[in-house]
């Protein structure tokens, strides 16, 4: 039984989170993150996500003090975002309510990552990686097993039971589904490493073909199961990093179905073949999966500015994203008003300090590039992998963002 002084800490955090969420700066922030997905020209959401959490601790405000282990998850979580309000100019997407993950399983596909690691620093998550190639010939492909998923509904009465007796008074504790992140080619090389996947391109194309069919699929199972078993949600938080909410043109009664949801996918390894083989060895694939859904996100931290007009091939597409090594001018001309550019600024100008002069001209470009052509915008700070344990950079990253953004939007 957990102790009183951790209940205690908790709802205290709780109070604090429920009173900014529902405060009129973050219901009009709420309302420009969907503004920006329905493809209205508003002052760009700016959204910092992926952070070395570990580096971030000022003043003690990530300190947690329960010690009852599910209580010290749930302090962590209120003092995360207590903390970006705290510090960050920017956009934190804070819903007055608190969402509980519907629990399920899956079997996954029956192949097993082989690696090896090496840490700089054992604090961060982020490693470098040895893949070694576990699907070199096609009897490595005779393990592999469309996934079989399983809900768990008991788990998900225990769960919400668990958090509305701790926080249901102060804010509505609500069951929520899970939206799609599917990125096959990510998961694809950590199987196999890069090389191999890219030397086959040319060399056993009709092997890669074959994989990405057994991809495709699994995927293709998997959304039908989910589907069927209620896992899915068109109220989801988060789009991998960017604001999620949006209107959905035919929703369904239960708001469970895939075409409530946004699927979200990308092929970052792909950034150095030719949009030709791109199409070919992924994008003519996920169309069809992609198109039971709502609308689709494509990309991540892959340049794009040279296949915009076949990423338009997907019929629903919505938002594009566009990563440091993106042609921004290019890129904004060929979106114009029919979709949104999720910006990506570069990660590297926190790693070390903050060039101020730096920050603002690629913040500068990608807001006039937008305004030029009318091409709604958000922009994503991520992939933040250090900065030199001087949490001072995102504070001070933040403010130069949103004072160009005053510039250009208004306050």
């Given at each position: 039984m957990y102790s009183k002084h951790d209940v205690?800490?908790?709802?205290?955090?709780?109070k604090r989170y429920i009173e900014i969420a529902n405060s009129e700066k973050h219901v009009k922030m709420r309302e420009r993150f969907r503004a920006t997905n329905d493809l209205k020209i508003v002052r760009p959401p700016v959204i910092v996500e992926e952070l070395p959490w570990h580096e971030m601790n000022m003043d003690g405000a990530l300190d947690c003090v329960c010690e009852d282990g599910g209580l010290r998850g749930i302090e962590y979580s209120f003092r995360v975002a207590l903390f970006r309000e705290k510090y960050f100019k920017c956009d934190n997407f804070i819903e007055p309510v608190f969402?509980?993950?519907?629990?399920?399983?899956?079997t996954g596909n029956g192949l097993a990552v082989t690696e090896r690691r090496l840490a700089a620093d054992a604090r961060n998550s982020i490693v470098s990686h040895a893949y070694a190639d576990v699907l070199e010939d096609e009897r490595a492909l005779e393990a592999f097993r469309d996934p079989v998923i399983t809900a768990h509904p008991e788990n998900d009465a225990k769960n919400v039971a668990y958090y509305g007796e701790i926080l249901g008074d102060i804010m509505p504790v609500e069951l929520r589904g899970h939206g799609i992140y599917y990125a096959p080619w990510d998961t694809i090389s950590t199987l196999r490493g890069v090389e191999p996947i890219l030397a086959d391109i040319?060399?056993?194309p009709e092997y890669l073909h074959k994989i990405i069919g057994l991809f495709t699929r699994a995927m293709s199972s998997e959304m039908d199961q989910m589907e069927r078993l209620g896992l899915y949600d068109g109220r989801g938080l988060s789009l991998h990093c960017t604001p999620a909410p949006v209107t959905v043109p035919n929703p369904s009664k239960d708001g469970g179905?895939?075409?409530?949801?946004?699927?979200?996918?990308?092929?970052?390894?792909?950034?150095?073949?030719?949009p030709d083989?791109?199409?070919?060895?992924?994008?003519?694939?996920?169309?069809p999966l992609a198109e039971r859904c709502a609308f689709t996100y494509y990309g991540c931290c892959e340049p794009l500015s040279d296949r915009i007009d076949k990423l338009k091939k997907y019929k629903n597409l919505r938002k594009v994203g566009a990563s440091p090594w993106t042609d921004v001018n290019a890129t904004a001309e060929a979106l114009g008003g029919d979709y949104v550019l999720s910006r990506k600024p570069n990660p590297a100008n926190v790693a070390n300090g903050v060039d101020a002069e730096v920050v603002?001209?690629?913040?500068?470009?990608?807001?006039k590039a937008?305004?030029?052509?009318?091409?709604?915008?958000?922009?994503?700070?991520?992939?933040?992998?250090?900065?030199?344990?001087?949490?001072?950079?995102?504070?001070e990253?933040?403010?130069?963002?949103?004072?160009?953004?005053?510039?250009?939007?208004?306050?």
């Open positions: 205690e800490t908790v709802r205290e955090l709780a969402a509980v993950g519907k629990s399920y399983s899956s040319y060399e056993r179905k895939c075409r409530d949801i946004w699927f979200r996918t990308m092929a970052q390894m792909f950034s150095s073949i030719s083989a791109h199409e070919e060895f992924d994008l003519q694939y996920s169309r603002r001209a690629e913040i500068t470009e990608t807001v937008c305004l030029k052509y009318g091409c709604p915008c958000d922009i994503t700070l991520k992939d933040i992998s250090t900065v030199s344990y001087r949490p001072q950079s995102i504070v990253w933040t403010q130069i963002v949103s004072g160009v953004l005053d510039e250009y939007y208004g306050e």
